[in-house]
C-alpha cells in the first residue's frame, strides 16, 4: 500500500507523489501568479496568449543589456541539501534564445542561459544545485541579456535530489535534442555540441579535474574519472572549479563558449584511455537515455569522425 505525503511550506502547498520514507523526497512548485511567491518591477507585462502556459497567465519583458530588473520566484526551501532546479515557460520562435535564470545557489549565484524559442509547455531541467534552508528568493529571471525576443518568466519547481548521480550528461539535457549526440567529429574521434556561450559545463563523472589553456583548447578540462579514462572538455568561456579539484557527476566545472581553435561557440568533447581516443556518442546516447553507459575502454576507436 502506498502512502502520500502533502506538506505546506511557507504558504505553498507542496506534494510529493512518492511513498514516505524516512529519506522523503520534497517537490515545491511556485506559479508566477501565486501571491507574494513572485516578485517583479513594472517593466514586466502578464499574458495569456500561449496555451503552453503554467496555470492562469505567464509574465514577459523585454531583453535589457543595461540592467538586470531580475523577476524572482520565492520558494520554502525544507532543508539545505542539492535540488534539481526545473522551470516552465511557453515557447515561441519570437521569444528570447537567451534568457538568463538565476539561481541563488548556496556557494553563490549561478545563471543559466535557457533559449525559450524550445522546449515550451513542460518543466525544463536546468541543473542541480545546492540551497541554503528557508523561505527566500531561489530563482529569477533576468532581463540581461543581448539575446532578441521577450524573456519569459512563468513556473519554477525545485525537488530535492535523493542521490548524487554516478553519470551526466556535460551540458542540461535541455539545451539539445538527442539527434545532437550521434554527430560525427570533423577530424577525429569526439564531438562537437553546439552551445549558446555561457551555457553549463558538468563533470560527466566523479573524478579530478586539470584546467587547460592553450591556442588550440582554448579554456577547457581534463577529467581523470574514477575509471581512469580521461573526459576532456574544450571552448569554455570561463571555469567554475579550480584547478586540481575533485568533482561529483553533474557539479558545474565551467561556461561553454568560443575560445581557442574554434568557429562558433560550442562545446568539443573527448574520451581517452591512456593515448587512445574514443568514440564518445554511444556513451552520451546511453547516459541521455538514462541507461548506464558502456565502458571508456570499449568504446570504439573510428567511425565517429569524416
Not at 522546449?119 to 540581461?144: C, H, K, P, Q
Request: proline share 7%; charged share 10%; net charge neutral.
Amino acid at each position: 500500500m502506498r502512502r502520500f505525503l502533502i506538506f505546506l511550506l511557507g504558504g505553498v502547498l507542496a506534494t510529493s507523489l512518492f511513498p514516505v520514507t524516512a529519506a522523503q523526497a520534497a517537490t515545491v512548485t511556485v506559479d508566477n501568479a501565486d501571491a507574494d511567491r513572485f516578485v517583479s518591477s513594472a517593466n514586466w507585462g502578464t499574458s495569456t496568449w500561449s496555451a503552453q502556459r503554467y496555470g492562469a497567465d505567464y509574465r514577459f519583458a523585454p531583453p535589457n543589456t543595461t540592467a538586470s530588473d531580475v523577476a524572482w520566484f520565492k520558494l520554502a526551501v525544507p532543508s539545505a541539501g542539492n535540488y534539481s532546479v526545473e522551470i516552465w515557460y511557453p515557447a515561441d520562435a519570437g521569444y528570447n534564445d537567451s534568457t538568463p535564470f538565476v539561481v541563488a545557489a548556496a556557494g553563490g549565484n549561478q545563471t543559466v542561459r535557457v533559449n525559450q524559442r524550445v522546449n515550451g509547455g513542460r518543466w525544463v531541467g536546468i541543473g542541480t544545485f545546492s540551497l541554503a534552508a528557508g523561505d527566500y528568493n531561489v530563482v529569477g529571471v533576468s532581463r540581461w541579456t543581448s539575446g532578441t525576443g521577450y524573456v519569459i518568466a512563468d513556473a519554477v519547481r525545485i525537488t530535492t535530489a535523493s542521490a548524487t548521480p554516478t553519470y551526466s550528461l556535460p551540458i542540461p539535457k535541455s539545451t539539445l535534442p538527442r539527434s545532437e549526440y550521434d554527430d560525427p567529429h570533423h577530424d577525429y574521434p569526439a564531438i562537437d555540441l553546439p552551445t549558446p556561450t555561457g551555457t553549463p559545463a558538468y563533470a560527466v563523472r566523479a573524478g579530478t579535474v586539470v584546467r587547460i589553456n592553450d591556442t588550440l583548447c582554448g579554456l577547457g578540462i581534463n577529467l581523470t574519472g574514477t575509471d581512469g579514462a580521461i573526459y576532456t572538455y574544450c571552448h569554455f568561456s570561463a571555469w567554475s572549479v579550480a584547478d586540481g579539484a575533485t568533482v561529483t557527476a553533474g557539479q558545474r566545472i565551467g561556461s561553454t563558449g568560443n575560445t581557442g581553435n574554434s568557429t562558433g561557440p560550442h562545446l568539443h568533447f573527448g574520451i581517452r584511455t591512456g593515448s587512445t581516443r574514443r568514440c564518445p556518442q554511444n556513451w552520451l546516447l546511453a547516459v541521455y537515455d538514462g541507461v548506464t553507459p558502456p565502458a571508456a575502454s570499449s568504446l570504439p576507436t573510428s567511425g565517429c569522425s569524416y
